[in-house]
C-alpha cells in the first residue's frame, strides 16, 4: 500500500480503490462524493476545501477496520467499541479523519442506505447524496456548494442510475413529515440565495446556478405533490409546535 496520500479527495480515490481490490463494499459521502461526481463544484467561488472523508459501509466491522490500517490509518477504539454497529471513526498521523458510517446515516434525520450501495462505484447514489446534504438543518456554505453542484451536474430521473432518483426522494420525505419540512426549507432557503447570487457573479457560475436553481424548482414541486404516508399526515397536523429534526452532537 501506498502513503497516505495529502489530498483528501486524491486520498479517498485510493481508499476507495483498495477497498475494491479487497471486496470490503465502501462509498465515498459527504463533500468527497461531490467532488468525485459532480465537477462543477471546481468552478465556484470561494473554492471549496476538504479535510475529512467520510464513507458508508455494509455491517463488515473486522473487514473495514483491517483495511483501514492497512491503508495507514488508526483506529478511534473507545468510541469504535462503543459505536462499532451504526458507526467507525479513524485518524491518519496527521490528523485527518474518516468517519465510516455503516449502513444507516444519522444525523438531523435517519437515512437508510443498505443495499443502496450496490447501485453505483464508490459512491452512493446522486439522490442519496441530495439528501444528506439537504436533511442538514443548519447548512453551511460548503453545503449549500455541494449542492449546487449535484443539481447542476446531475438531472432529476426516474433511475437513480442516470441521475438524482426521484424515486428514492419522494420514498423518503413522502414517508416522514420531519423530512419532507426540513427539505422544503431548505430548497427554499437554497433557491432564495442562488437567485442572490447569480445576479452578481460570473458567467460560468450563472450557468451552474442556472441549471441548480431550475431543478431545486423542480424537486420542490415534485415533494410538493408527491403521495404522502398514512404517518406523514398525522405528523403534518402536529406541524413545528413538535420539533422534528435532531441536532448531533460533533465528533472528533
Given amino acids: 500500500m501506498t502513503d497516505v496520500l495529502a489530498d483528501p479527495v486524491s486520498e479517498a480515490r485510493r481508499v476507495l480503490r483498495a477497498a475494491d481490490e479487497a471486496g470490503v463494499p465502501l462509498r465515498a459521502m459527504g463533500g468527497i462524493a461531490v467532488a468525485l461526481i459532480a465537477p462543477s463544484v471546481a468552478e465556484l467561488h470561494p473554492r471549496r476545501t476538504y479535510h475529512d472523508i467520510d464513507l ?5 466491522a473486522p473487514a473495514v477496520s483491517r483495511l483501514m490500517a492497512d491503508l495507514g490509518y488508526v483506529a478511534a477504539q473507545p468510541f469504535n467499541t462503543l459505536n462499532g454497529s451504526d458507526r467507525l471513526l479513524f485518524h491518519d498521523a496527521g490528523g485527518r479523519r474518516v468517519d465510516v458510517f455503516i449502513e444507516t446515516l444519522r444525523m438531523c434525520h435517519t437515512l437508510p442506505f443498505g443495499t443502496r450501495l450496490e447501485l453505483r462505484a464508490w459512491t452512493l447514489p446522486p439522490a442519496d447524496l441530495v439528501l444528506s446534504k439537504l436533511q442538514i438543518v443548519e447548512l453551511t456554505d460548503r453545503d449549500a456548494q455541494d449542492l449546487v453542484a449535484l443539481l447542476a451536474d446531475h438531472p432529476l430521473t426516474a433511475s437513480d442510475i442516470d441521475g438524482i432518483g426521484l424515486g428514492r426522494i419522494q420514498q423518503i420525505c413522502g414517508g416522514d413529515w420531519g423530512w419532507w419540512r ?5 430548497l427554499r432557503r437554497l433557491l432564495e440565495r442562488w437567485r442572490a447570487a447569480r445576479a452578481v457573479t460570473d458567467s460560468i457560475q450563472v450557468q451552474i446556478l442556472d441549471r441548480a436553481i431550475e431543478r431545486a ?3 420542490r414541486a415534485v415533494l410538493e405533490t408527491c403521495p404522502k404516508s398514512l404517518g406523514w399526515t398525522i405528523r403534518a397536523k402536529v406541524g413545528s409546535r413538535l420539533r422534528w429534526y435532531d441536532l448531533p452532537e460533533e465528533v472528533r
Fill in 56 to 60: 458508508a459501509a455494509l455491517p463488515r
Fill in 217 to 219: 424548482t423542480a424537486l
Fill in 182 to 186: 426540513t427539505v422544503d426549507d431548505n
